[in-house]
């Protein structure tokens, strides 16, 4: 059924037909989280967009190897290799040792993803478990002349590296527009370029992240770490390499140039961008007072939110975009994303409790293949729930005998809509996705009943309701704007 | 409130009173699980052991860093250096890479521990996240001259430790005692003695999990980690280090042998073993049958079981009894801690529907010091939940006004039970265990509120009802029997 599959490489600005390099196998790595705050949306769209893609190719037949890294070390609060590291400093903050700040942000990064039904990568490899094959990596590129040591600290040579391999190919930014866009050295700086970036980096004595490497203690530069675990378990050269728009230049371009200038080889085949996320229209920010993390999205808590929104209704509303569109956040957007989703899970639901009849007024066939060809087409996720929603309309009219379909169109349409709505784009209904929310649902209306019971006078049932609650250890709180309730 | 904790300790084999090297603050170390297969009883027993330990210190007013390792690499099939690494070996079994499996399994691990309701420790450190730490110490151990390299493998040489520590401490064997153990040397062993062991192995031509070292490619010997991972995070000296009374030879002798010979001291100052688990009074084992795993137990789907067991009766069940005890599994036992605990999680309930009374005919003060005195005595959990049920007993006698408590005392008494059941003991309701639980308690209200309203022909509102239900999903059926309902 599955055509060939058609991919946008940035490396290349088009889209190409996807052949990967061994048959029947992908390997794909996406650039994940440093672990140094909590999961926000700019987490949610990679994790979600290549989810997706790790579904479909799945589906597609393909035995899949999806690496996705946890940055624990060596991410510096700016790319020109300066300031401190995040990690370190969340954990000088908060006076904890770095590692209990990577345990609890790895921690509520892992539920976020589980709450947007984001299937777990094959491997999530660390950059602190990695260390040595990072010091293979610059000691190689070392070897091959394409970097120098000052100080203890490590620089990939880019105008040396310049000479064999174009440097700039992915971000389509040549040598001289990098260096345009960068400061002109202070006089200070060990760099014999500012296009240099540092590979490996000298550890400061109050610097606690460090390991013994051949050029004294230090730790890794941000980008190596990508190039040498990709490489580790996907090989010198893999199929797909996945991330955010924003990481295309620096940190893509350098590990292109990395991974050139150690195994003489161009790392990658295919490299997939999402686009950016804007709340309001704006970019988000903490000064702008826009920042809104996962979990105030999923129970409301913030100013910007009318009410919470469930995991389900921001991933349907990432999806509704392609995933090289960007995507504002609103109230209202997710509002109507939310009853969009209800549409469609309830159509699901529906499609196991209609009747098929002796004939079909509805080609089913060309539905098929239409979400296949949507979904051929790079991923177009938009396209794809189009579709659906039109799939939808058509279990609505068998249901209410406005349409009809046969048994063998029945059954296939039940194939399209758990194929394309549950395994491909990993929605499951509020109610799956947590018994709190069919709990909620539920709750509304016992609140509703009981406001009715207060109202008729009917106290004895009022009272019932109360204390049986009280009893499973539900308490209601009555305010000025109606009840609510919460787990005692 | 708290007086002084008692400790047993291995290392001295009589209790003591805990006095950590820094005031207020703990240091906390627990061997954790090798990732390779499902997580089972032997996992959850030190689990929830040092889970216990961890929450206690920290309600006795303590800063607890609670560092539990996952073994990802060097764990080799059998514990005299030989056999394939366990990890790898499943890997290939598995046609997968050996950090596939590590991903797999460390996910299942975190999800068992999660339903059991232990906190997540401060640190997760990994072997392969260790490598040059490990590397260091074995390049210190060979300096101080309690080691030697063979071919590219390095072991710690027992009988020259010897001459400068004792060895054997921990599980009082001494070296003949161990040389009796140890099977004699075929004449091919690199090892000067048998009772030698390997800190680093040099990695055969297939071995996949491998690290370029001072010795050549190879891979820490498995007691190796916690050695050089506890020194990390907790110090060369620290107070708690705990696991399975299996563990304490080799690899807790091994540790001390270790850290002595690189560190030049101790690096415990508590051992605390939690004891084992049999299933109908025979050891765990797969040939046996009697092999189920925490999943099995969860979902009742193995042979043994004669039905599910939730998380929080495993737990129970558990902590009923000392974890210096072994512990027997079976049907029979495991229904009875059921009802235990059902009874304790009522009890609690209850409490916030008692009143008080002008006098207390109870010693709660009695109780609480009671409380405090059993867990200050090495962690007494048995004794604690015994006079926990002494607290059941006149919360039920106060409802039924057998008994009384003043407002102060009802007060005190609701602390104790949040204190120890919740905090301490870390029991949740089955129904908070899951947001299912809490559905159903919920919809057994609302099927009562159905019933009336049919009752007394209020059709509005049972019309209400299904209507409301219908739209989240939710489907009455009427029987003999009385009503059902189930999520379409």
Redesign the interface.
């Known amino acids: 059924m599955s055509k060939e599959i058609q991919i946008y490489n940035t490396l290349t600005r088009q889209k190409e037909v996807f052949t990967p390099i061994v048959k029947n196998h992908v390997g794909m790595y996406v650039c994940g989280p440093t672990v140094y705050g909590d999961p926000h949306l700019g987490h949610a769209r990679p994790g979600i967009t290549f989810d997706v893609v790790f579904r479909y190719l799945k589906n597609s037949g393909y035995k899949v190897?999806y690496v996705r890294n946890i940055t624990d070390a060596g991410h510096l609060e700016n790319d020109a290799d300066e300031g401190e590291d995040k990690i370190a400093k969340k954990a000088r903050l908060e006076q904890l040792?770095p590692?209990?700040i990577?345990?609890f942000y790895t921690?509520s990064y892992?539920k976020a993803m589980k709450d947007l039904n984001c299937l777990?990568?094959?491997?999530?490899?660390?950059v602190?478990?990695?260390?040595?094959e990072q010091i293979?990596m610059v000691k190689q590129i070392l070897k091959n002349g394409f970097a120098y040591e000052v100080n203890g600290t490590v620089y990939l040579d880019v105008n040396k590296y310049n000479e064999k391999y174009p440097y700039g190919t992915l971000s389509g930014r040549n040598l001289e527009d990098t260096l345009e866009g960068t400061r002109a050295l202070d006089g200070q700086s060990e760099k014999k370029s500012p296009v240099d970036f540092a590979i490996w980096i000298k550890a400061n004595p109050e610097h606690i992240m460090r390991?013994?490497s051949p050029w004294g203690e230090g730790f890794p530069g941000w980008h190596i770490e990508c190039s040498a675990m990709s490489k580790k378990?996907l090989g010198e050269t893999f199929d797909i390499h996945g991330g955010g728009m924003d990481l295309v230049f620096p940190h893509h371009e350098a590990e292109i140039a990395q991974s050139n200038a150690s195994n003489g080889c161009n790392p990658v085949n295919y490299w997939m961008h999402n686009n950016m996320i804007t709340v309001d229209g704006k970019k988000m920010g903490k000064s702008l007072g826009n920042f809104i993390n996962l979990e105030e999205f999923f129970n409301g808590n913030h100013e910007k939110l009318e009410r919470a929104y469930a995991p389900m209704t921001i991933r349907f509303f990432i999806l509704q975009a392609h995933y090289r569109s960007t995507v504002d956040f609103s109230n209202e957007a997710l509002q109507a994303a939310e009853k969009g989703f209800t549409k469609l899970m309830?159509a699901l639901?529906t499609l196991?409790?209609v009747s098929a009849s002796d004939t079909s007024t509805y080609d089913v066939k060309a539905l098929q293949e239409k979400c296949y060809t949507a979904m051929n087409d790079d991923f177009n996720t938009p396209i794809l729930i189009a579709h659906l929603f039109d799939g939808v309309r058509i279990i609505n009219s068998v249901k209410d005998g406005k349409e009809s379909l046969n048994p063998s169109d029945l059954e296939q349409l039940k194939t399209i809509f758990n194929t394309f709505v549950t395994d491909i784009l990993g929605f499951i209904?509020y109610?799956q996705s947590?018994?709190?929310?069919?709990?909620n649902?539920?709750?509304?209306?016992?609140l509703?009943?009981r406001g009715?019971a207060k109202k008729s006078k009917d106290f004895d049932?009022a009272d019932?309701?109360r204390d049986?609650?009280?009893?499973?250890?539900?308490q209601i709180k009555d305010g000025r704007e109606g009840s609510s309730w919460e787990?005692?």
């Open positions: 190897r040792e590692m209990e990577v345990q921690i892992h777990p990568p094959s491997i999530e490899p660390t602190t478990g990695h260390i040595i293979e390991w013994s378990y309830n639901k196991n409790n209904s109610e947590s018994g709190n929310d069919l709990t649902e539920v709750m509304e209306l016992v509703q009943l009715n049932t019932l309701i049986e609650l009280d009893k499973v250890g539900i787990v005692k």
